[in-house]
Each structure stands twice: as structure tokens, then as C-alpha cells.
């Protein structure tokens, strides 16, 4: 049976008139990258605050890294023997979701602390995630009700992880397992975060933590739009210049190829 060249050309068009159409009334959340940092550029300027407490507690940046190294003296205060970074305030309006992400390893855990915590800077409330090598490895999920912990191995090799915030909820991935889901509506109205990764130690054993590849990103849900004519009528007679998805775009150009399209097979 042969098929004429004709054919082959109205079913493109079909097509390509199905993928226009569902291309503008797609109604995914747009993503945005609010903060970033692979430690490549050779400073913190601009981007970090160092905070060292402690005799023997450095920072620097190595291959790509913020290295930590730890090292105290008993004290039993992480306020009095740590290194940290803290970041420049990180603001975020209108979020359906946010995403704080980055990989760690942490070499030689002895004693010491691994910390990755998010600050609400309104608030003074704080959400993370931290290893804890003593007496046992495992894993601590700090929210602002308090901390819950469970025996987890410590990453010696780098491993990817994230905190996904959301209005009511919040996430603990790591090497893309969700390994916690919590309920929490603390954040549900925050703005203003801070990042803060590092780690302190109380023994006088030498630490060493590593972050790499920070971000955060958030999602959010675009606002529908409606263009109205210029030129209205009371009640129901009222219209718009445009017709109006779910997702605030109008379908008019893939309407315009489905019409093209009739009227090639009526001229046939």
C-alpha cells in the first residue's frame, strides 16, 4: 500500500501542533538557584563568615573543598572549640519548596561533630543534619522541637545529601534516600536563611570534615496572568483578550495549528 508524501506531512504537523499545545498549558513549578558555592574560587569573601572557636580549629579550601579540621580540649562546649562557616543571608519569597544541598565526608570522625544546619533568621529557629561519632557513629536530625538521632554510618568518602523544606514538612536525603520525613510548620513563613556547615570536637585527636558543591534552590508555582480586554461590559458579558489555562499561558498558537491543519485535509 503506498502512502503518499501529503500524508506524512499532516501527521508532522498534527504532532508538532499536540506538542505546541501541551508545551504552553504545562503547569510545572519553575526552579531557582538562590546560592551556590563548589570552593573553587580561592576565598569565602562575599559568600561566607568564618567562625573559629578554639586553639588547633582551621579552615581552608582544598581541591574543590571546605575542610574543616577539629581539634579540643575537653571543654565540653561547642561554643568554645569549633570551626564553622556561616553564609551571607540567603532571602526567599514565595517558596513552594526549598532545597539546601551539597556533598560531605567526614575521615577521621574520633570524637568530633559534623554539622549542616539551616537558620530562619527571623526567627532564631534552626533545622539540620550532623554525624556524631561518639560513643558510636549515627546521625541527628535537628528540628526546632528538638533533635532525633539514629545509628547511621559515618560517609568517609563523599556522598551527596540535601534538606528539602516545605510549608508543613521537611526532608533528610542522602545519596538520593529519603532517610528522614518530619512534620514542622516553623518555616512555613521564613524568608531570611543562613547556611552554617563545619564541625566542633572535644578530644584532642585531630578531625578532619569535608563540604563540597553547597546550593540552595527553591521551587515555586508561577502566578496565573490574565490579559483583559480594554474594554469591558457589566456581568456576564465581561471577556478577557486571551483564553486562560491552569498555568496562566494561553493556548492560542496550538489552536491556530489544529485549524491549519483542517483546513489542509478539506482542501484534499
Known amino acids: 500500500m503506498k502512502v503518499r508524501k501529503g500524508s506524512f506531512l499532516l501527521l508532522f504537523l498534527f504532532l508538532s501542533g499536540?506538542?505546541?499545545?501541551?508545551?504552553?498549558?504545562?503547569?510545572?513549578?519553575?526552579?531557582k538557584m538562590a546560592f551556590y558555592d563548589d570552593f573553587?574560587?580561592?576565598?569565602?569573601?562575599?559568600?561566607?563568615?568564618?567562625?573559629i572557636a578554639g586553639n588547633g580549629n582551621e579552615f581552608s579550601e582544598e581541591d574543590g573543598a571546605a575542610v574543616f579540621e577539629t581539634y579540643g580540649l575537653r571543654l565540653k562546649d561547642y561554643h568554645k572549640e569549633h570551626a564553622f562557616l556561616r553564609s551571607k543571608v540567603i532571602t526567599i519569597e514565595n517558596w513552594d519548596s526549598i532545597t539546601f544541598s551539597g556533598k560531605w565526608k567526614?575521615?577521621?570522625?574520633k570524637t568530633a561533630e559534623m554539622w549542616f544546619r539551616v537558620y530562619d533568621l527571623d526567627s532564631g529557629k534552626y533545622l539540620g543534619m550532623r554525624y556524631i561519632?561518639?560513643?558510636?557513629?549515627?546521625?541527628a536530625y535537628d528540628l526546632p522541637g528538638g533533635a532525633l538521632s539514629e545509628a547511621r554510618k559515618i560517609p568517609r568518602e563523599y556522598k551527596s545529601f540535601k534538606i528539602v523544606l516545605y510549608r508543613a514538612h521537611v526532608e533528610f536525603w542522602e545519596s538520593g534516600e529519603l532517610i528522614k520525613n518530619a512534620s514542622t510548620k516553623e518555616f512555613g513563613d521564613a524568608t531570611h536563611f543562613q547556611l552554617?556547615?563545619?564541625g566542633w570536637d572535644d578530644s584532642p585527636l585531630k578531625s578532619h570534615m569535608y563540604f563540597s558543591q553547597v546550593g540552595v534552590s527553591y521551587e515555586f508555582t508561577p502566578t496565573e496572568t490574565k490579559t483583559q480586554s480594554p474594554i469591558e461590559t457589566s456581568g456576564s458579558e465581561k471577556t478577557s483578550s486571551t483564553t486562560s489555562t491552569g498555568s496562566g499561558k494561553t493556548c492560542g498558537p496550538g489552536i491556530m495549528v489544529i485549524?491549519?491543519?483542517?483546513?489542509?485535509?478539506?482542501?484534499?
Do not use: C, M, Q, Y
Open 18 to 31: 499536540l506538542l505546541v499545545f501541551s508545551g504552553l498549558t504545562a503547569g510545572n513549578p519553575s526552579e
Open 40 to 51: 573553587s574560587s580561592e576565598g569565602i569573601e562575599g559568600k561566607w563568615t568564618l567562625d
Open 106 to 109: 567526614f575521615t577521621d570522625p
Open 133 to 139: 561519632s561518639w560513643p558510636s557513629d549515627k546521625i
Open 196 to 198: 552554617l556547615i563545619g
Open 259 to 268: 485549524l491549519v491543519i483542517l483546513a489542509a485535509i478539506r482542501r484534499r
